[in-house]
């Protein structure tokens, strides 16, 4: 039994380690404060169970808060011109380059993709904000002419005024710019609430916008839970649109509260990607391709194919490689730079992609590959399941749920013409890729395809940040995030008229 002086150094240890675990709290009006409540959450490293960071539960009053800060900064941030705004993107995304190593780190750390994706999060948070930075002397209207004399019109963005930014644990970094950029060059100010899996990622983020010299109250970042955080965003009479990326469940819900009151809502929800392979394809390539598509990220992006649709004349040889490639791949901390992929986000996620995994089996899939959490020595503490592979009939319910994890299905198709109703048939379409060396059915299959991108003789992985990205069908509510039209859910039009004529000129009732 340890003496008294001893026990209370293990208190005072255990206190020293607790106060240096970082507790940043939520930035609000250009400072790092308080919540109004008590409750903290922790954010973890999903490799070791390692707590990274506390946060606190916000609640209900914090948002109101963070909404009156933005409030107040909108008028001014309206006013600011917009290259100026620009330049202040330009600096962030200069720091953020400073900074990549760290912050892909960082990304590796909290989140648990492997360093080389870790890093490539930060690049795609780099390369959004110096391609919208640009856009400040851009946010191009038109103008044409009057129907009567004397008389000028044009249209001018303008910005919506406070946005609420909800966003994803799977890019912690990028989707929250591509939100956020986007936001800030139209003239919107924020509550930007981040994943409760990624909050330190999102911390960051904020400190290098706040360094890059965006004002106080254009930013405010409340962390917590989307019950509370969430809804109270989706439910403010003060915000004015709504960018949400998550599940289809949360973003119906979300959708719905936001359209009560009149607010525009932009979602950006599931994925079942296919990959099709058809009888002329490079198999090799098809096979790195489909390797990267479906484990890269260990199967979390929107974009990660879960469905490998593959024509009879080659499927032999084509599962077979794969397989074995699969078995090769070295599931290991993602920081380690050996790792092909590292752990699953957290238990949640072991429990739901487990789950399918056994659904899979029940419903009579052949499991050709993995399947199991592992968790030995050197997976002790992380939530690590190995790349699996399940050979499955189009209609099995892991061939048209979203799994968001390690887990793909391959199918056997006749035809290119089976090939694309496989591919069709499920009730999500964001991304999808087809290899093929005829040219005309990969324009074909362009044509065809029911969802928003689509690779040819490349993954469904690995969307670039100047091209729209989003989907069809449940992955969306019909907007896209990024690219040329990555402004149009931050601002509205105005149409203007300007009569120089000095007469009064009606408009479809003068003669002609
Ligand atoms: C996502 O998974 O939600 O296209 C985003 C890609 C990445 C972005 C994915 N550039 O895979």
Redesign the pocket.
Known sequence: MPSKSAAAAAVEEKKKSRSAIPEPGLYIDGKWVHSSGRGLFETRNPATGDVLARFPLATPEDVKRAVEAAKRAFPGWKATPAPKRGEMLLRAAQIMRQRKEELGRLVSEEMGKVIAEGRGDVQ?AIDFLEYIAGEGRRLLGETTPSELKEKFCLTVRQPVGVVGLIT?W??PV??PVWKSGAALISGCTMVFKPASLTPLCAARLVEIYHDAGIPPGVINLVTGSGGTVGDAIANHPDIKAVSF?GGTIAGRDVYEKAARRLAACEL?LGGKNPQMVMEDANLDLALEGVLFGAFGTAGQ???ATSRLIVHEKVYDEMVSRLVKKAQGLRLGNPVDPKSDVGPVSSEDQVRTVMNYIDIGKREGAKLLTGGRRLTGKEHAGGYYIEPTIFEAKHGMRITKEEIFGPVLSVIKVRDFDEAIRVANDVDYGLSSSIYTRDINRAFKAMDALDVGICYINAPT???EVHLP?GGTKNTGNGKREAGTVAVDEFTEWKTVFVDYSNRLQKAQIDPR
């Open positions: 795609e994803p799977n890019f990028a989707i990326t950006e992006r929107c974009t992985i690995g969307a990205f």
